[in-house]
């Protein structure tokens, strides 16, 4: 089975420009959870979505940064416009619907790293 | 606020030996669960291990168990018969079982394991 797939797996940009993050959850996971990991600030969790509709934002820094799942199959995260402090690993990760004892380990993409000049 | 404390920064272990990383959490909730992640350098995270907080037994997986505290809200991870694939950053989670699926990772623990 394919895990979490996330694309692009790096990008380089420049400031002011756009940035779209692309990620394909594990098929039957209802929960989707976007990161952000950077070596001041740790793991960060940014949004996270269940059954496509946003639940939790508060982690969205600012407006530059919106995530939307318009399917069960697809979620973006965009950054516009990204600023150098945007640079960070960007990590994707689903779970399935509730399992025995409460155990639901997230499923995590290889993540993204955002290089932003 | 949930709040998840990795107080060992960086340690190393010689190969086959055993190593403890520490991990205590804040929490006034009465369910919950625990869960530990590798991150190795290629950055990847893998899931590792899970311990609820009405789990009577400490989880074990393969050379990783779980040395599960409630009292003391700690849940130390033992990696036995260390590996030189066991070199990697590992995280400590927690979770909310009541209500809320997100998970509060501690700031890591690096593991170096010498041959």
């Known amino acids: 089975d394919a895990g979490v797939i996330q694309s692009p797996r790096h990008e380089v940009t420049e400031m002011g420009q756009e940035v779209t993050l692309r990620c394909k959850p594990i098929s039957g996971h209802d929960y989707l959870f976007w990161y952000r990991q950077t070596m001041m600030r740790g793991l960060e969790l940014l949004i996270y979505f269940n059954n496509n509709v946003p639940i939790d934002d508060s982690g969205m820094p600012e407006d530059r940064f919106s995530a939307k799942m318009p399917n069960a199959s697809f979620s973006t995260l965009k950054i516009q416009p990204s600023e150098p402090r945007d640079s960070a690993v960007y990590f994707c990760?689903?779970?399935?619907?509730?399992?025995?004892?409460?155990?639901?380990?997230?499923?995590f993409g290889p993540g993204t790293r955002l290089t932003v000049l | 606020a949930q709040k998840i404390t990795q107080t060992q920064p960086g340690m190393f272990v010689q190969e086959k030996e055993a190593v403890t990383l520490d991990c205590t959490y804040d929490t006034s909730d009465q369910s919950y669960g625990l869960f530990w992640y590798k991150q190795p350098s290629s950055g990847e995270m893998i899931f590792l291990i899970y311990q609820g907080s009405y789990d009577e037994q400490n989880a074990t997986e393969g050379r990783y168990s779980l040395n599960f505290q409630k009292a003391r809200k700690s849940a130390n991870l033992v990696i036995s018969a260390s590996q030189l694939g066991d070199s990697a950053m590992y995280f400590c989670?927690?979770?909310?079982?009541?209500?809320?699926?997100?998970?509060?990772f501690g700031a890591g623990t690096t593991v170096t394991v010498r041959a």
């Open positions: 990760a689903s779970t399935p619907p509730r399992g025995i004892r409460g155990k639901n380990e997230q499923f």
């Open positions: 989670a927690m979770r909310d079982l009541s209500n809320d699926y997100k998970l509060s």
